[in-house]
């Protein structure tokens, strides 16, 4: 039987959002732009699920922005951000973000704009003070993930927000991917003005998102054509991905605190036995998520050990599934100042709510077998 703990790089389509969108896909088949009486069942499907979306998240003003997923809504806030403006501005992001984040963000500098990358403490996080000490009269944005999607580290964006509340020209945005429901946040409280989401990271469907944008006006379309997504995103939408959507955030969102006590119980596991393994690092924040760890095992090639341990039928990672360089090394546990042999040696067990305490014991045993069983190089 397979053990899944790849869950930050992709989630198993719970049998609701299926359903979901196959009900809709075949009853909701019109152009929600057309103007007969199919369309407007459409439209209506698509503005329901737009309203729910926005209840679920908790926020009054603004729009929901359906998307491809959360890549698609991260270069939308800085390439929307960037053509919104007259002349190239300032933005400040951290050095941990997710590679779409950082490479949107590649694509301003070369178009002139100046970038500002700050670095995590000690213990993996941003620090509030940090931020703000490098805004300046030019800033236009800020982005900062909610939670690292390698190391779980939740960075302090509340705190963040309401520093930046004293700068009304600049713009707040947060990549929430890694932390709905998982890590409650209010986006109201915190003063966020671009909220990135990806379906498939909560039990949804791939290729669907959504971007919240607190202020319309102050973002570029990313895509020309027809004004759908009121204004802000061309091409016809799909009401039947925008049903499913709402209904994985219904379910992320439901039952938060008792979903959060199964992560952690089975996180305080796994944490406890690979604690007395002398073969392996673990690299821990003290504000980090339940559901995802970090550890190195240096003098063994992190590949090895993921093919090693899917012949035993685990399924684990190395780092990010997303990066975009394909680097030997782990850039965010360079970011947070760790050995070199650390960040090269980096492997990511990440959990859900479908996974059992009976897995984590199956895979402490696996890993007591494998590991010593792996050559040591260098």
Not at 3 to 10: Q, V
Not at 55 to 82: P, R, Y
Not at 137 to 157: C, F, Q, R, W, Y
Not at 327 to 353: H, N
Request: aromatic share 6%.
């Amino acid at each position: 039987m397979l053990i899944y703990l790849d869950n930050s790089a992709s989630t198993r389509p719970h049998p609701e959002c299926l359903e979901a969108y196959t009900k809709a896909a075949s009853d909701y088949y019109a152009n929600p732009a057309s103007l007969h009486q199919a369309g407007g069942a459409s439209e209506k499907l698509l503005e329901k699920a737009r309203t729910r979306v926005m209840n679920l998240l908790g926020v009054k003003q603004g729009t929901i922005v359906f998307t491809s997923g959360a890549t698609e809504a991260n270069n939308h806030v800085f390439t929307g951000t960037s053509e919104n403006r007259t002349r190239p501005g300032h933005a400040i992001l951290t050095a941990v973000e997710h590679p779409s984040v950082k490479e949107a963000a590649a694509k301003l500098e070369r178009k002139g704009w100046e970038l500002t990358w700050i670095y995590p403490d000690d213990q993996g996080r941003i620090r509030p003070e940090d931020v703000e000490d490098e805004v300046t009269g030019k800033t236009a944005l800020v982005s900062v993930m909610h939670v690292n999607n390698e190391t779980g580290t939740i960075h302090p964006v509340e705190e963040i927000g309401k520093r930046l509340r004293r700068y009304p020209g600049v713009r707040f945005h947060v990549d929430g991917v890694q932390g709905i429901g998982k890590v409650p946040l209010s986006l109201e409280e915190a003063g966020i003005d671009y909220y990135s989401l990806s379906a498939h990271k909560m039990h949804g469907l791939k290729q669907s998102g959504i971007l919240y944008v607190r202020s319309p006006e102050t973002l570029a379309p990313l895509l020309h054509g027809g004004a759908q997504e009121k204004g802000l995103r061309a091409g016809t939408a799909d009401p039947a991905a925008a049903a499913a959507f709402a209904r994985a955030l219904r379910m992320a969102k439901e039952e938060e605190e008792k979903k959060r006590r199964h992560l952690r119980g089975m996180m305080i596991q796994l944490e406890a036995e690979l604690e007395k393994d002398d073969s392996c690092r673990l690299h821990r924040s003290p504000e980090r998520a339940p559901h995802i760890l970090s550890l190195s095992v240096p003098g063994r090639k992190p590949e090895t050990v993921v093919h090693a341990m899917a012949e035993e039928g685990i399924i684990l990672s190395t780092t990010s599934a997303c990066s975009s360089k394909h680097s030997d090394r782990s850039a965010v546990l360079d970011a947070w100042g760790l050995p070199p042999s650390w960040s090269a040696s980096s492997l990511r067990i990440s959990l859900s709510t479908e996974n059992t305490q009976k897995d984590i014991e199956t895979f402490l045993h696996a890993w007591k077998r494998v590991i010593p069983s792996l050559a040591v190089s260098g």
